[in-house]
């Protein structure tokens, strides 16, 4: 009897640590938290990971759809970003481990909003536009991503829960490379992530 008890009480324990860290509330550089409706930019947590998140053609003269770059000047935010949840909520407040949409805030390209989304090419997987909000279903699998804890600082990470156990995608965190034209382009890196502090706009 108290073996089985002291099995029942660890495993509630370890399930209510679980719940409540996947529960923990995101918070901007002012220790304020996220929310929907606000407009934040994503910067490096380290000035050596170059700047802000912008926006670059794909390739040479073309303009639809944009990548998902970053800025090489480290002194420089690049383009203000929303955040809005798979589930309305009532606070508004970002938790980790919660699927999102990410979408430049007051952006349209080729006649859309601005969203994220993941999309292969060329071997790497790589982060762009061309994502629309909300639909949560398999559709939609490669437009959600999520703001997870990585030592003091964040990371956002490709890892969508919104389809269940009917798709299984792969998951990674979003890291950065430096392409040979010098554009650094936001990538699924499971091996770099990286570190990112979100600031008010």
């Excluded at 719940?19 to 934040?40: C, F, I, M, R, W």
């Excluded at 490709?158 to 389809?163: A, D, E, Q, S, Y």
Aim: hydrophobic share 35%; net charge positive; proline share 5%.
């Amino acid at each position: 009897m108290k073996i089985s008890f002291f099995i029942f009480f660890t495993t509630s324990t370890l399930s209510l640590s679980s719940v409540v860290e996947s529960q923990s509330p995101v918070l901007d550089t002012a220790g304020n938290l996220l929310v929907t409706g606000a407009s934040y930019y994503i910067l490096p947590a380290v000035s050596y990971r170059f700047g802000g998140v912008k926006l670059d053609p794909t390739t040479l003269n073309q303009t639809c759809p944009l990548d998902v770059t970053q800025e090489h000047n480290d002194e420089l935010d690049g383009l203000p970003l929303t955040f809005l949840l798979s589930s309305p909520s009532i606070d508004g407040v970002i938790y980790q481990s919660t699927d999102l949409n990410i979408r430049f805030s007051n952006v349209t390209t080729c006649g859309k909003p601005a969203v994220w989304r993941m999309v292969g090419r060329n071997g790497q997987w790589v982060v762009t536009l061309g994502g629309i909000v909300g639909r949560p279903r398999w559709e939609t699998t490669f437009n959600w991503f999520k703001i997870e804890k990585y030592d003091n600082d964040y990371k956002i990470e490709f890892c969508p829960k919104v389809c269940g156990n009917i798709c299984r995608p792969f998951c990674g965190g979003v890291g950065s490379t430096i392409a040979k034209t010098g554009r650094i382009s936001l990538i699924l890196s499971k091996v770099d992530p990286l570190k990112v502090k979100f600031k008010k706009a």
